[in-house]
């Protein structure tokens, strides 16, 4: 099974194509195909039967499934089109922007002093509330 270094959800950038240039967020990865599925790129349009009365048919314009090497990922930290590198970023390996040094995944963010000062007092905060809520 081959690795992608794009995931459902991010904006990514078309390199090649017909559609260069354009930018829309992944719906569908397809990894064993190498394949993704762009919002707003690769329309295509196809012919639709009705399978019972209810249901309508027609021509209708949907997107289409495009080759995985073909788009770059959006950083949203610096908005530049960038190469993903991997780095272990608390315990767990994390997709990093190559320009600016931003993590690209929601879960595995970078924390700042600030941050982890926080972190440290909202546990506390937490076991007062529980008590509170027990009494």
């Known amino acids: 099974m081959a690795k992608l270094n794009v995931k459902r959800g991010d904006t990514v950038v078309v390199l090649a194509g017909k559609d260069n240039g354009k930018t829309g967020k992944i719906l569908v ?3 064993k195909k190498n394949r993704v599925l762009v919002e ?7 012919a639709k039967k009705p399978k019972n009365a209810q249901e309508k048919g027609g021509i209708f314009k949907e997107e289409a499934p495009i080759d995985a090497s073909n788009v770059m990922i959006i950083c949203p930290n610096c908005g530049k089109a ?3 590198a991997h780095q272990v970023v608390d315990g ?6 190559k320009k600016c040094g931003a993590t ?4 595995a963010k970078k924390t700042t002093k600030k941050e982890k000062s926080k972190q440290a007092k909202k546990p506390a905060e937490a076991v007062k509330t529980e008590e509170a809520n027990h009494e």
């Open 29 to 31: 990865s397809y990894p």
């Open 40 to 46: 707003g790129v690769n329309i295509i349009t196809k």
């Open 82 to 84: 960038t190469r993903v």
């Open 92 to 97: 767990k390996k994390a997709r990093v922007c």
């Open 104 to 107: 690209l995944d929601a879960k």
